[in-house]
Antibody, heavy 119, light 106 residues
Framework: QVQLQESGPGLVKPSETLSLTCAVS?????????WGWVRQTPGKGLEWIGS???????YYNPSLRSRVSLSVDTSKNQFSLNLRFVTAADTAVYYC????????????WGQGTLVTVSS | DIQMTQSPSSLSTSVGDRVIITCRAS??????LNWYQQKPGKAPKLLIY???SLQSGVPSRFSGSGSGTYFTLTISSLQPDDFATYYC????????FGGGTKVEIK
């Protein structure tokens, strides 16, 4: 059974970098599929942040592209999100997910982690 | 970005009722449309992909249809476990989600 688990700080200061990691079990991320991040806020709903193929190609939401980077650590079977220069608007529940058929549909999700941006 | 509009935003209904949720895209997305169910405090769960394909393990009372700009999610006979919020998502271009439809108990 594929499982994803987010980890990282729950509180980040404005202008700093939000860093989250998603540990994957039950499947080797280097074997296939796409892997990425979605966030959810009461105001904007669900928002795709970015995704990456198992071979390392990355795709970012144009509205966040200048601040986002994704990376993968195949030795630990995990992937990571960095979001720079955060503001209160980046406060959200962040989910990692697996994409099937490219990043077509998301068939496995982490449980989500709340990140609050505040001084 | 392609905008996804769901209706209604909420509905009150009873166990056993037939429920239909609609999702409209701001431009044609062929059949690149997925449906998710989300319960409070939980991650979304994939129900339907490619407009009408049932995800493995999802009960057959859920079905999807549509193409182009108009799509529907139908729950043939609502069960107690189905009270939740439902989202559509397009995968034709940079993924975007609808605003959600909350299905509540009447």
């Amino acid at each position: 059974q594929v499982q994803l688990q987010e980890s990282g700080p729950g509180l980040v200061k404005p202008s700093e970098t939000l860093s989250l990691t998603c540990a994957v079990s039950g499947y080797s991320i280097s074997s296939g599929y796409y892997w990425g991040w979605v966030r959810q806020t009461p105001g904007k709903g669900l928002e795709w942040i970015g995704s990456m193929s198992h071979s390392g190609s990355t795709y970012y939401n144009p509205s966040l592209r200048s601040r986002v980077s994704l990376s993968v650590d195949t030795s630990k079977n995990q992937f990571s999100l960095n979001l720079r220069f955060v503001t209160a608007a980046d406060t959200a529940v962040y989910y990692c997910a697996r994409g099937s058929s490219g990043w077509s549909h998301l068939d496995y999700w982490g449980q989500g982690t709340l990140v609050t941006v505040s001084s | 970005d392609i905008q996804m509009t769901q209706s209604p935003s909420s509905l009150s209904t009873s166990v056993g009722d037939r429920v239909i949720i609609t999702c409209r895209a701001s431009q044609s997305i062929d059949n690149s449309l997925n449906w998710y169910q989300q319960k409070p405090g939980k991650a979304p769960k994939l129900l339907i992909y490619a407009a009408s394909s049932l995800q493995s393990g999802v009960p057959s009372r859920f079905s999807g249809s549509g193409s182009g700009t108009y799509f529907t999610l139908t729950i043939s006979s609502l069960q107690p476990d189905d009270f939740a919020t439902y989202y559509c998502q397009q995968s034709y271009s940079n993924p975007t989600f609808g605003g959600g439809t909350k299905v509540e108990i009447k």
